[in-house]
């Protein structure tokens, strides 16, 4: 039984190889979703982005391009935080702690004028948090 359901929960997935020869499960749509992207769905381009948080470890060759098209576009906080990080980490550009940096502290401003006044424990916790990130990518500079 645990065969024939994990048969089924794979059925609609496929290993794909990135560039530097690992091998990852995706979704067997990936392509359809990547061309819908190209063709300017917006959906089509938060789901390549979101699938650098999901657990199937697969990071898209096209993450960084995405990432920075939707962020300049939305400018939210969660977008420019991953911005930043891709940044930071240099997955799909060169590292730059500066650019990352910068990102950082516009989703500190962005998550600062959506808290309550006087800002909630987890508001605070996730201000503080956003400062550590910024806080540690000041030493890298």
Not at 93 to 116: D, F, G, R, V
Request: overall charge positive; some cysteine.
């Amino acid at each position: 039984m645990f065969r024939l359901m994990q048969k089924f929960w794979n059925s609609d997935k496929e290993m794909l190889q990135d560039s530097d020869g690992k091998t990852y499960m995706v979704r067997k749509d990936y392509k359809q979703l990547v061309q819908r992207a190209e063709r300017g769905n917006e959906h089509a381009q938060f789901e390549i982005v979101k699938l650098y948080n999901s657990d199937a470890g697969y990071v898209p060759e096209d993450l960084f391009k995405w990432t920075k098209h939707l962020a300049d576009i939305k400018k939210t906080e969660p977008l420019l935080i991953q911005l930043a990080e891709l940044y930071e980490k240099g997955i799909g550009t060169k590292q730059n702690p500066s650019k990352a940096l910068n990102c950082y502290e516009m989703a500190y401003n962005i998550a600062a004028s959506q808290c309550a006044y006087p800002p909630t424990p987890d508001e605070k916790e996730h201000l503080l948090s956003i400062r550590m990130l910024i806080k540690e990518v000041r030493k890298k500079i």
